[in-house]
């Protein structure tokens, strides 16, 4: 049976969505998450969900929050997942994994800026939590240097306490402009160098991507339709 | 005693951005991109090797070493700028022998 691929994190502005979508579609994504950090831009990919899925793509909506600047994250939370099919914690800290463990947060990442080093205990309050671990590929490529040396580090470090601990991990790209994107057999490629298998890569984009999106859906209102329905 | 077979992948790649560029330019990156994950060792162990590349349409092949093929894979991923500009690799496939890679992926046999 064909595998199908999910990028859960991509961040297309008004200029280049359609490259985005276009670049996706040919590396053989079947859906797309696309993301936005502030809640008053929900409109503004509304009108992009509709043209995308015309494009012959399935759309996800998806909000990042962060635990350390929202005021009453969890409210937040619940508020935003009315009205985005994602939602998602952007960590600084290990407080921050905590505070989005608690949540009703479907997938949990570290800000790209964060120069967080996790430990055994940072990941603990995500085990039995049905929630997703995010890698993203983009802050790794656009680092040089002693800065990428110290994210493949934390990188490496992360994913044996992830995998030790039996966190689902996903992986996504958190592409910003079209270059950025990347095809599944890529992405897995370059995160074998942080000690994941390539089946274990290919996993993170196909098969715990289909399960998030199925508890996402499960979580919901049998009434409200889900605004983009799957069938694995 | 003879050493051991070298047994060695053809990938086939594709460079999405624009600009030209030369054989030269974009094996050299690559070099330097496996030269700042892997080292030196790296490289050496990779044995890469260009086979062609069509600089029209930013297609090329190149030879590595069986047991480095996804730390070369890795290298292809994470360039993002040849001479400059801004670019992706794409690898398009992989394979043993040179006519299969271009019968699968390159629809040129």
Known sequence: MKRCFFDLHIFPNEKNWREMVFRAREFGFKALGLTVREKSRLRTLKGIVSEAEAMGIQVLTRLDLSPTLSKGFSAEVKWAKGSFDLVAAECLTGKDIIAAAKSPVNILFIDSGSSLGLRERDFKPLVGSQKFFELNLSPLLMKRGLERIRKLSHLMRGLAWLQKLKVPTILSSGAKEPLEMRSPFDMASFFYIAGLSLEEGLKGLSRNPATLIETVKAERDPEEPFPSPFSF | ?109
Do not use: W
């Open chain 2, 1 to 109: 005693m003879y050493p051991k077979r070298v047994k060695r992948r053809y990938i086939a790649f594709r460079i999405l951005g624009e600009g030209t560029f030369t054989s030269r330019e974009v094996m050299e990156e690559i070099r330097n991109e496996l030269l700042r994950l892997y080292g030196e060792h790296g490289v050496a162990k990779a044995d890469l090797q260009p086979i062609e590349f069509d600089e029209k349409n930013l297609l090329g092949i190149l030879r590595c070493e069986r047991s480095s093929l996804m730390e070369v894979r890795a290298a292809l991923t994470a360039l993002m700028e040849i001479s400059g500009r801004p670019v992706a690799l794409h690898c398009l496939g992989v394979s043993g022998t040179l006519k299969s890679l271009r019968r699968k992926f390159l629809r040129n046999p």
